[in-house]
């Protein structure tokens, strides 16, 4: 077992967490979203970017406590934006990897034609990192598949979807934005809705068009 201490908690890997516990109980994700957002706006003020907000890169104490852990904040620390957590309009136009410090970021993404503030990278993998620890499955899985995106309670689904947005103007724009979507969405209940849509099958997303067209058409289905 992966473990540390931190003030005398012992604190497990997020992802060996999951992988003996399974998927995080959907009433659980307010929480666990809150406990994040917080932790990064508070980067983000002191000028830096994560850039790895991954189960890999997060520790959770006997108690639900969540952590990110350190990452460097020197003069010209990159972070690496990889597979799935890297933003779609970085994957094609950006670079692969962009320095932690938010003003230097948003140098190279504006040299990359990237017109979009940094801190949205955080915001998207915050949004992917949600989707991956309530449904267990991809963020393509919850785009497409209604069983999967119905395990996300159905209060904070529009949250979610804002995070993931498929270009930065539809995500928003920091954490603080974030937090103050959150907290409106929160309920007591926290039900997760019955679907009853019938699955995409054979559904191929191949290129960002048709990406908004299926959130589209997913938020319209959710407001009849």
């Avoid at 919850?142 to 804002?162: E, F, G, T």
């Amino acid at each position: 077992m992966n473990s540390q201490e931190f003030q005398g908690e012992t604190l497990l890997a997020l992802e060996e967490w999951l992988t003996t516990r399974g998927p995080l109980p959907p009433r659980e994700l307010f929480k666990f979203l809150r406990q994040l957002a917080v932790q990064l706006s508070a980067q983000h003020e002191q000028g830096f970017l994560c850039g790895e907000v991954t189960a890999q890169n997060i520790v959770i104490s006997s108690e639900g406590k969540l952590r990110l852990r350190q990452n460097s904040s020197s003069a010209g620390a990159m972070v690496a934006l990889m597979d799935e957590m890297c933003p779609p309009e970085l994957r094609d136009l950006g670079p692969s990897s962009i320095p932690r410090e938010l003003a230097a970021a948003a140098q190279v993404l504006a040299s990359a034609g990237v017109r979009s503030d940094p801190r949205r990278i955080d915001v998207y993998q915050l949004g992917v990192l949600a989707v991956r620890v309530v449904t267990g499955g991809s963020v393509e899985d919850y785009l497409l598949r209604p069983r999967v995106s119905a395990k996300v309670p159905s209060q904070l689904r529009p949250v979610v979807d804002q995070a993931i947005g498929i270009s930065p103007s539809h995500r928003f724009a920091n954490c603080e934005q974030f937090l103050l979507e959150l907290d409106a969405a929160k309920s007591p209940a926290m039900a997760v809705a019955p679907v009853r849509e019938t699955p995409s099958r054979g559904v191929s997303i191949s290129s960002d068009t048709d990406r908004i067209k299926l959130e589209k058409e997913k938020a319209q289905k959710r407001a009849g």
